[in-house]
């Protein structure tokens, strides 16, 4: 447990994420400080428990900033000073990430390879630099000077920011939106999953209900929209391959029945347990035009899928991924998490080797988050996390391999309590990237979202500001409260501007 002792409460979200980076997995609880840290300081163990790891105490005072880490026996681990500290906010900020940092870093004895950036999309630093003319050198200096970040990542960073921008050009992001379509049945739950998935083996009668629900805010929703503003469809889940064939395809046709799926730049349906695919499935998906799904092994080694709840077999990803090529497929994407339980680098190693033979169109690489919600984060003590260390080399093993490949980085993002402080990063053939995954990770578009758990994305351009519009989670809530789910749209989505049809 870490004790955090604050004067002020300014930037307390900042300063948790720096310690959660270098101190993976340990709790933190903020006390109030006053003007003078000593007179208020708690000494760490209250209550007879010795439980307390570290302590920081941050303190603002006479215009300046005094940092100060201790040990669990009180003992001084290091102190940093600053006798100015900026009033700018954004300023502010980085003069007490740096000082942090460099603090931690000294009592840690490493670094971390994003340096100070704890935020979810980095790339959104290149990115403005790029859209105001200036290079992608300038870009690497300012991440490296003014974040620390290692040069590893600056290189994978700008590059993810220069090919983001080739692949949105042309995209009228403002005046468009994508559909996204939820289908939340599994075949079984995955240790480290936290999204709202229901197993199929039980749910299995509900699903035809659910459906009918869902084809009843798809037809509302399209009333409300300008259906020729449609970029691109995302089916995801869950698992979508979940429904059987005939469910499969009574979705597809009321979506064309409801959209132009022909306007659409993409459409893309995961695929994502091998052991959900069947040809018939293949076929009904291919026959109506889709040409982009995902097959996800996460793993290729057996011992690793049997621990994290994955009844399927290497085989079976290698079999699904055939009957896809044969049925006609030619843009796959595969799915992999680094970081999972029990697995070294020899492991991944492995897995990078299968899947190069496969030959994937795109390969998507997650370091492993866990969340609060899952299975796996309640059985830590069972599933002990990688290194960082060992998550990075993996991490950079997986580059390597997408590069021999033929893969380009398009897009990154991170998430809370990822494994390493690390990136998800997708990576993809010249023209075989997924331009949704751009759009909603980069907040680049409004994200219609239908179904259960399903959040919609409004954005107001003029305004700076997104507009969030969220389903239930539950299947059995969505289905009875689907009235409900389609009056919370009609009352947020704005009658006119980006969804009001155009002359």
């Not at 229901?198 to 259906?227: C, G, T």
């Not at 697995?343 to 998507?364: C, Y």
């Not at 998430?415 to 331009?435: S, W």
């Not at 947020?492 to 969804?499: L, R, T, V």
Request: glycine content about 8%; hydrophobic content about 35%; overall charge negative.
């Amino acid at each position: 447990m870490i004790e955090l002792f604050l004067n002020e409460e300014r930037y307390e979200n900042d300063i948790r994420a720096l310690l959660m980076a270098f101190y993976h997995g340990e709790k933190i609880f903020a006390r109030k400080l006053g003007t003078d840290a000593g007179e208020n300081s708690v000494k760490p163990g209250v209550g007879g428990e010795n439980l307390v790891s570290r302590t920081l105490e941050v303190v603002y005072a006479g215009g300046g900033l005094r940092l100060t880490l201790k040990d669990g026996d009180g003992q001084v681990l290091g102190e940093s000073c600053r006798a100015v500290f900026p009033s700018d906010h954004t300023e502010g900020k980085n003069c007490l990430k740096t000082a942090l940092y460099d603090l931690l870093c000294e009592a840690a004895g490493r670094t971390l390879p994003w340096g100070t950036l704890t935020g979810i999309r980095p790339t959104k630093l290149p990115m403005a630099f790029y859209d105001s003319g200036r290079s992608q050198e300038e870009a690497a200096e300012y991440l490296r000077q003014t974040y620390k970040v290692s040069e590893e990542k600056i290189r994978l960073c700008t590059q993810v920011a220069a090919n983001e921008k080739r692949i949105l050009e042309g995209v009228d992001k403002e005046r468009s939106f994508s559909l996204y379509i939820g289908i939340p049945f599994c075949p079984t739950i995955c240790l480290y999953c936290s999204f709202s998935s229901y197993p199929l083996n039980i749910w299995a009668k509900e699903v035809d209900h659910y459906l009918e629900a869902l084809f009843k805010e798809i037809r509302q929703v399209r009333s409300m929209v300008d259906k020729s503003c449609m970029t691109t469809v995302y089916m995801g889940g869950g698992t979508p391959t979940s429904l059987n064939g005939e469910q499969m395809d009574r979705l597809l046709s009321v979506l064309e029945e409801n959209f132009d799926l022909n306007i659409a730049r993409e459409f893309t349906i995961e695929a994502g347990r091998p052991d959900s695919v069947t040809q018939d499935k293949l076929r009904v998906i291919k026959n109506h035009g889709i040409e982009r799904i995902s097959i996800n092994p996460q793993t290729m080694n057996q011992k690793t899928l049997d621990v994290i709840g994955r009844r399927h077999t290497t085989e079976d990803v290698e079999r699904a991924f055939d009957m896809a090529r044969r049925v006609g497929f030619s843009n796959i994407n595969m799915d992999l998490i680094l970081g999972l339980p029990g697995e070294s680098s020899e492991d991944v190693a492995n897995t990078l080797e299968r899947i190069g033979k496969l030959a994937p169109e795109s390969m998507t690489v997650h370091s492993l988050a866990v969340k609060r919600a899952s299975r796996l984060n309640q059985n830590l003590e069972l599933y002990p996390p990688a290194s960082q260390e060992e998550v990075n080399r993996m991490i950079h093993m997986a580059w390597q391999a997408a590069e021999a490949m033929g893969l380009e980085p398009y897009y990154l993002y991170r998430q809370k309590n990822m494994a390493g402080n690390l990136e998800n990063v997708g990576y993809a053939k010249p023209g075989k990237e997924c331009l949704y995954n751009i759009l909603i990770m980069e907040e680049k578009q409004s994200i219609i979202a239908v179904g259960a758990g399903g959040t919609s994305k409004i954005l107001y351009p003029e305004e700076n500001r997104i507009e969030r519009v969220e389903n239930v989670k539950s299947v059995k809530d969505y289905i009875e409260r689907i009235d409900e789910m389609i009056e919370r749209k009609r009352q947020k989505f704005p009658k006119s501007g980006i969804f009001e049809k155009r002359a």
